[in-house]
């Protein structure tokens, strides 16, 4: 037997074996294109899975052998690769179904089979159709996927947090809940009343002048933070505090005419408790000139003592010229004159504090500063004859101390210990234990009251400034002459003390270290491009693939050589053949219509008139 006739006998066995229609299963099947879209879906649940495990943990945690955006990118890469596989063959099928279901153009098959071999070619797609066809959806998912893996790559960022440290690290701020510190020896002075002789602690005097000279030194309590990085739940705290008003307008002005030396202007306050004094005409670059004039007074002279809080360790009167006085500019009589008062007082503080970068912020949440009515009573006898004569003959002391804790003359009753009032509702609103309590013993009054005494009395300030008794630059009345925001001056007198007393004498507030470190952070919203193009592509594979089924065709996808055996007929391809030689072949695709019919051979695309 010759080539020819086995040839020959070959072709007869496989046309008497080929089926006549189209329905027949020949070829392919969809199993790698199933294959791959599960892989696509796999590969974005196991990215979504790893976005979601390293959202915010430190960047220190991620141990893989393979950078966590290396992996990011591989899962990104495979998810992208895999669904474009897909779409690329459902493009592919569609142009089979498309010209099955319906005639078009020839030029279709072209637009068809450009859109499966990448994105420029899914626009032409979209064009021809006028997304006007569910089939451009493929071409849509084709084009949103040049965004899939820089979507995917800018999910994750790199932030810095705090995070809390476990272990064995200790972290505390100072605190004084209860002071029982004592310099003093008391003894019996008159009958049922003692005497405090106290001396000066040292150390709390040092943070009285840090805190009148506004030096940023003992105005941080004492903390331990290893890591520069803590924070500490609300605590409570004695301290001391402040208040100061503006009195200018409880001054009279008091004008006297001297033969000798002209007229006098007097500034003092309407009880006559401090003034401020110069000749009309002088200026204050005069030795002579007063500029400023400090007095301490009790709860009974101050104008607004007995309407506030009723722990009173001392308070002032200052009274003090502007500045244009000191420098020449204007004289007595031209120069503006004002006048404060102010209080130190004891109190509870509920703090929130944080350190952040090694630096302190303490935030005051509110205060207490009332004591409660059974509190600091006299646990002697009041009543003895002696008592009575010296109670009755000094006429500023107060039996029950009603609006004050220290006096000054250092002769007082035995007393119990000061307790701050601290009302149940505020308790339970802060977390404040009913049970505990706040305050501080009577010879811790009377050690603090000490300073006050030594180094906050009476005081003037003029132009001879190096004379021992009459105010000098580094004197209280010299530092508040100078400065802008007396309060403010006050204040860190308060302040530096509180810190020195919480310091020194209190207990401490555990905390909680952190650690600032390099964490992921994950953008969810970028995801959602990815998630639909994922969505909406399996969508349109699924659409193609079943209505590949409900046309009776097999996926011959993009396969080249299906293409070759059931794209034209003879008579179509004569016809291009003859275009293509007159130098019009794409005018002859657009205005040659086709479909898809079945032939003896199988589907074929054929010219329809």
Not at 189 to 206: H, K, M, N, P, S
Not at 211 to 222: E, R
Request: net charge neutral; hydrophobic share 40%; with cysteine.
């Amino acid at each position: 037997m010759d080539f020819r006739s086995l040839l020959k006998s070959t072709q007869t066995l496989q046309n008497s074996q080929m089926p006549k229609h189209a329905s027949s299963k020949r070829g392919g099947t969809w199993i790698w294109e199933i294959i791959a879209l599960f892989l696509s879906c796999a590969s974005l649940v196991a990215l979504i899975s790893l976005l979601a495990r390293a959202d915010g943990k430190p960047i220190s945690q991620w141990t893989f052998v393979i950078s966590f955006n290396g992996l990011v990118s591989t899962l990104a890469a495979i998810s992208r690769a895999s669904l474009a596989f897909t779409i690329s063959s459902c493009i592919g099928q569609a142009k089979w179904n498309w010209f099955r279901s319906k005639k078009g153009s020839l030029v279709g098959f072209d637009r068809f089979d450009d859109a499966s071999r990448g994105p420029w070619g899914a626009l032409w797609l979209v064009i021809w159709l006028r997304a006007r066809h569910w089939v451009a959806i493929g071409s849509f998912v084709t084009i949103l996927l040049l965004a899939f893996e820089p979507f995917l790559q800018t999910v994750v960022s790199l932030t810095s947090r705090t995070l809390e440290l476990t272990g064995n690290n200790e972290v505390t701020i100072a605190r004084s809940e209860f002071l029982d510190h004592s310099t003093c020896q008391t003894s019996q002075y008159e009958a049922d009343l003692y005497q405090f002789g106290c001396g000066i602690d040292l150390g709390l005097r040092l943070a009285y002048f840090n805190g009148l000279s506004n030096s940023s030194s003992g105005l941080t309590p004492f903390t331990v933070c290893d890591t520069g990085n803590c924070t500490w739940t609300p605590f409570l705290s004695m301290d001391v505090c402040s208040s100061c008003s503006d009195t200018t307008n409880n001054l009279e002005r008091v004008v006297k005419v001297s033969y000798s030396h002209g007229e006098r202007i007097t500034y003092r306050t309407k009880n006559e408790t401090i003034q401020l004094s110069n000749l009309a005409n002088d200026t204050g670059t005069l030795s002579s000139s007063n500029w400023a004039e400090k007095q301490s007074i009790g709860w009974e002279n101050g104008s607004s003592l007995k309407k506030d809080q009723n722990t009173l360790l001392h308070a002032f009167q200052i009274i003090r010229a502007a500045k244009t006085f000191e420098e020449g500019v204007t004289t007595w009589q031209e120069t503006e004159v004002t006048a404060s008062e102010c209080a130190l007082f004891f109190c509870a503080n509920l703090y929130q504090v944080e350190m952040r970068n090694g630096i302190l912020q303490e935030q005051l949440i509110t205060s207490w500063s009332n004591r409660t009515r059974a509190s600091y009573i006299a646990m002697t006898n009041t009543t003895d004859d002696a008592t009575v004569q010296y109670l009755e003959n000094t006429t500023h002391f107060d039996l029950n101390h009603t609006h004050y804790l220290y006096e000054s003359a250092g002769v007082d009753f035995l007393r119990g210990d000061v307790e701050i009032a601290i009302p149940k509702n505020d308790r339970i609103r802060y977390g404040i234990p009913l049970d505990t309590k706040f305050g501080l013993s009577q010879n811790s009054i009377y050690s603090i009251g000490e300073v006050f005494d030594n180094d906050i009395g009476s005081d003037n300030y003029s132009g001879i400034r190096n004379r021992k008794y009459y105010g000098h630059s580094l004197s209280m009345l010299g530092y508040l002459y100078n400065s802008s925001n007396i309060s403010a001056t006050v204040g860190n007198i308060a302040k530096a003390m509180s810190v020195y007393i919480r310091g020194a004498y209190g207990s401490t507030h555990a905390g909680v270290s952190q650690e600032l470190v390099v964490c992921f952070e994950v953008k969810w919203a970028y995801l959602a491009a990815p998630i639909f193009t994922i969505v909406l592509g399996i969508l349109f594979c699924v659409a193609c693939m079943l209505q590949t089924r409900r046309l009776g065709l097999e996926p011959w996808k993009t396969d080249l050589i299906a293409t070759l055996a059931h794209s034209a007929d003879w008579e179509i391809r004569d016809d291009l053949r003859n275009a293509s030689v007159a130098g019009f072949l794409s005018t002859a695709a657009s205005n040659i219509v086709v479909r898809l019919e079945d032939g003896k051979d199988g589907p074929e695309l054929r010219k329809i008139v």
